[in-house]
């Protein structure tokens, strides 16, 4: 039996794909190419649940060291709207499943992608491009919209039936709503995506920290939550509620001190370790006013600091 590795996001889409493939007596195993900047933290949990239901194989493949090292701040096609460097981001993955594709004999690469559904990696010229990044111009088949693109390697060699494949078009989502109803799939996500390099305010954060700091994966999980803060230079962290405390907490970089209110509820943060006692003590301030006590101690790197709520308005200036 011919064998493809599927790049699967969760989504509809990518569901659909595999579907097809297996309609023409393709295994077919699903791989997750992890970069870190996913929103969902349910994520690995929610697409195992849906390749059980799709009866594939899953793999979550943990690429983020490299990913920040060679892509996410020079990328060959440039950034969206925002920090998101689209076309690359494709094209990295397609080279991690061809890696894949080696180790368990597979012939060929699917992807849910379908043309002309989003505006800077999907377009024909990009699909292109992320096929030549990639140096995967023939292995990679997008069965929704394959009618619509020259064919592959599994279709020239008879593989896959062209025929049974799909010519979707754009943002409607008809078609693949229906197919959903006739595969009786359920646990796909919705097509919004989760990648906060595409979020606006995610790409602020991420732009402020990346020019006073060298970004790596043990900072991605603290760029997703809490207030953030930058002090002549120096950042500072301090989660919104209790259910972001453990993201702060459980940090393990070498790159911040932890800070704690000492002996009472409130929120965690991290302070920049390059902060003097001035920045300390303005931040030990900052996290007693975001409690419901006027004063106590805050606990920076085994220090106690005597700290006073103060009006959150004067910290604003600071607010990334």
Same mark, same amino acid.
């Given at each position: ?6 790049l ?12 097809? /493939?297996q ?36 793999t ?8 920040i ?20 981001c ?10 894949y ?7 060929f ?13 999907q ?40 025929e049974?494949?799909l010519?979707?078009?754009?943002r ?6 229906e ?13 919004s995506?989760?990648?906060l ?21 043990d ?19 301090i ?46 301030d /900052? ?10 101690f805050?606990?920076?790197d085994?220090k ?16 990334i």
């Amino acid at each position: 039996m011919i064998k493809a590795i599927a790049l699967f996001s969760g989504g509809l889409d990518s569901a659909i794909s595999i579907k097809l /493939m297996q309609e023409q007596n393709i295994e077919v195993e699903a791989i997750y190419v992890d970069i870190g900047f996913e929103s969902n933290k349910n994520k690995i949990e929610e697409l195992k649940k849906l390749a059980d239901e799709l009866n594939v194989k899953f793999t979550s493949i943990d690429v983020k060291e490299k990913y920040i090292q060679d892509i996410l701040f020079t990328p060959v096609y440039g950034y969206g709207k925002n920090f998101n460097p689209c076309i690359d981001c494709h094209a990295n993955m397609i080279r991690v499943a061809k890696e894949y594709m080696k180790k368990v004999d597979a012939k060929f690469i699917i992807s849910g992608e379908v043309l002309n559904q989003r505006p800077m990696s999907q377009r024909l010229p990009a699909i292109n491009a992320v096929n030549k990044l990639a140096n995967a111009q023939n292995i990679v088949l997008r069965p929704l919209s394959a009618k619509l693109l020259p064919p592959t390697l599994p279709e020239i060699k008879g593989w896959v039936d062209r025929e049974k494949l799909l010519a979707i078009n754009g943002r409607d989502r008809k078609i693949q709503l229906e197919l959903a109803k006739k595969y009786n799939l359920e646990h796909f996500e919705s097509p919004s995506g989760g990648c906060l390099l595409t979020d606006i305010n995610f790409s602020k954060r991420l732009k402020d920290y990346s020019k006073y700091l060298t970004l790596t994966k043990d900072e991605i999980d603290i760029l997703k939550v809490g207030r953030h803060f930058n002090v002549d230079g120096i950042k500072i962290i301090i989660s919104r509620n209790k259910d972001e405390n453990p993201y702060l907490k459980e940090y393990k970089g070498d790159k911040f001190y932890k800070m704690f209110p000492d002996n009472f509820k409130g929120p965690v943060g991290l302070i920049q370790k390059e902060a003097n006692e001035e920045i300390k003590k303005l931040a030990a301030d /900052m996290l007693i006013s975001y409690t419901k006590k006027d004063n106590g101690f805050v606990i920076i790197d085994n220090k106690k600091y005597q700290a006073q709520k103060k009006d959150k308005k004067e910290f604003s200036k600071y607010l990334i």
